[in-house]
């Protein structure tokens, strides 16, 4: 969850207990997961400081010190706050507002919006004339998307033919509306999440089931691929884990065969490892991801009943699907 959520972040808080030893085994995989995701502005709150002594506090911000050393969060200020109390929040939310830089948008080129909701806004018992069509949430990357645009969702729509091959059908439509939070808009640029109302069938959008797509410009979206080469790097030591051993926590080299959770954008599916030579992989999807070369992609194994961090990487290559009409 916290990947998919971080394929669209600009920016993350940490946030760790105050109460608490640093780091707690969840910490360590959340910053893990945000240097896979290469989120350079960080603040790190150290909450609940009205629960512990200065003293401890003082003591869990060195402990807090030592565990970003050699991170992307080293240079992160740490914000003592206490949100129950609203201690230190104004200084945090003028923090956010004067030192967290807005990165450059690219408002010229086809605009593309990553998929993390969708959902069916017809209550039970809507009359068919008055049923509304789905609507896609998430962030643009780039473009601009606008009221009355004719736009495509892919991979859209994945079956198999009748020689068991994988067919995607991508779900064209029209944007009908667009808002921010409850603000109705003309258009939508990159920044902030984007609500996008359509035309598309709403037993599609329901329950998240377009989470992981990629919406934008009809026959301009990035290809499909099922089989996917990628360059990684294990970590050396599991995350989030509380080992009873050393050897326990070591992170085991990928095998062919081994069926692994893959986290590209917003797109979370099952890969089995096809081969493995150095650090390179050769992996196919369970489920078709619309992306292009040079994507982030995170690796999770299962251990004892959940999915662990074990390792990131970036696409290289992949084989194509053929889109169907």
């Known amino acids: 969850t916290m990947l998919t959520g971080a394929a669209v972040m600009d920016a993350a808080m940490l946030l760790i207990a105050g109460n608490e030893p640093c780091p707690q085994p969840q910490t360590s995989e959340h910053l893990a ?4 995701m290469k989120l350079q ?3 790190i709150l150290q909450n609940k400081i009205d629960l512990v002594t200065e003293e401890a506090a003082r003591k869990q911000n060195s402990q807090i010190s030592e565990f970003v050393k050699g991170t992307v969060a080293e240079h992160a200020p740490v914000v003592p706050i206490s949100a129950q109390l609203k201690v230190n929040v104004d200084v945090l939310c003028e923090y956010l507002c004067n030192r967290i830089p807005v990165p450059p948008r690219d408002f010229l080129a086809t605009p593309r919006l990553i998929v993390i909701r969708s959902f069916d806004v017809n209550k039970p018992g809507k009359e068919v004339e008055e049923l509304k069509g789905g609507v896609a949430g998430g962030s643009i ?3 601009v998307l606008r ?5 495509e969702v892919r991979p859209g729509i994945v079956s198999k033919d009748s020689k068991g091959r994988v067919v995607c059908r991508p779900i064209r439509s029209r944007i009908v509306s667009l808002f921010a939070e409850t603000n109705l808009l003309q258009f939508a640029v990159p920044g902030g999440l984007i609500g996008v109302g359509t035309l598309i069938d709403p037993t599609l959008c329901r ?7 990629v919406l934008g410009e009809t026959g301009k979206l990035p290809n499909i691929f099922t089989v996917l080469e990628i360059s990684f790097y294990l970590l050396r030591r599991l995350l989030g884990l509380k080992a009873e051993g050393a050897k326990k926590a070591k992170v085991t080299k990928l095998t062919n065969g081994e069926v692994l959770m893959v986290n590209i954008s917003s797109t979370s599916t099952g890969a089995r490892v096809l081969a493995v ?3 390179i992989a050769k992996i196919v999807l369970i489920q078709p991801v619309c992306t292009v070369e040079g994507e982030k992609i ?4 299962r251990i004892d009943k959940h999915w662990r961090l074990i390792g990131w990487g970036q696409i290289m290559k992949g084989e194509q699907i053929e889109i169907t009409e």
């Open 41 to 43: 502005d960080l603040i």
């Open 33 to 36: 997961a945000v240097e896979i």
């Open 277 to 279: 030579k150095k650090d």
């Open 207 to 213: 329950q998240d089931r377009l989470v992981g797509q």
């Open 298 to 301: 995170a690796l999770s194994r």
């Open 141 to 143: 990357l780039q473009g």
């Open 147 to 151: 009221l009355g645009q004719e736009i």
